[in-house]
């Protein structure tokens, strides 16, 4: 499919993931809008793209950050969005402070939605709309309990879309990378390399699934989809388990 002359907005780009899919998206011929709050790194991610290319700052967990964002897809529509944004707190869900759920639902959740949902009202055919979830939305992880519910609402949220709107030619996909090494967390050493990707192989399999638009969910790298289709297969007993005696940090993204 031609590029040149298309849209892009990604949320979450001054960073990890972000960051990597708006510079394949810019290289690939999209003009892109990143969203992010902090200024500073996102428009030295926009500065890096080239000419064209604009920043929106935003805080995507209050409801002003939400709102500025949702005008902008209203008043200029484009032809990608993706929700790239999110969080995790890690810890017993008792001992975490309610707040910070509160974001992470507000983020990964509320955000996603409200953004989608004005993309997808004045969508066109051809258009594409992608929400980065998780492999954790396959398996439930003791201390990261409402992260993982969070990334399992994005994808079952993604598959129903993505049916609903197949027909008047608008693509949606359920992005689900695995341990990413991003500014936040570049080490896993306590997992083997075959099982870290960088966030330039998640956006490469992102553009890949954006070009074939063919699935509804597509998960990023062979093992992370192994790993995903024996959290589907095994006992839920058993999963919880087996996670239960990871660290959590190697999960996060």
Same mark, same amino acid.
């Given at each position: ?132 979830? %998780? ?84 998960? %990023? ?33």
């Amino acid at each position: 499919m031609p590029t040149a002359g298309r849209t892009a907005l990604v949320t979450g780009a001054s960073e990890g993931i972000g960051r990597a899919l708006a510079r394949a998206l810019a290289a690939a011929g999209y003009t892109v809008t990143g969203v992010a709050r902090n200024e500073e790194r996102l428009r030295t991610v926009i500065d890096s793209l080239g000419h064209g290319h604009a920043a929106l700052v935003a805080d995507l967990a209050s409801e002003e950050g939400r709102e500025r964002v949702v005008q902008a897809i209203r008043q200029a529509p484009f032809d990608v969005l993706i929700n790239n944004a999110g969080t995790a707190t890690t810890g017993p869900f008792a001992e975490i402070p309610l707040d910070s759920a509160t974001i992470m639902m507000n983020l990964n959740c509320h955000a996603l939605v409200a953004l989608a949902h004005a993309f997808l009202v004045g969508a066109r055919p051809g258009d594409a709309l992608i929400n980065v979830s %998780s492999t954790l939305a396959f398996a439930p992880m003791p201390n990261l309990s409402v992260y993982c519910a969070t990334k399992a609402f994005v994808t079952s949220l993604s598959e129903s879309l993505w049916h609903e709107h197949k027909s008047q030619g608008v693509y949606v996909l359920g992005l689900c990378p695995g341990t990413t090494a991003t500014r936040s967390q570049p080490h896993n050493d306590d997992l083997p390399a075959g099982l870290v990707q960088t966030p330039e192989q998640v956006a490469a399999t992102a553009l890949t699934a954006l070009h074939r638009r063919k699935q509804p969910t597509v998960i %990023s790298g062979k093992k992370n989809t192994l790993f995903a289709t024996a959290a589907r297969a095994l006992p839920r007993r058993a999963v919880l388990r087996l996670l239960a005696t990871r660290p959590t940090r190697q999960y996060t993204r």
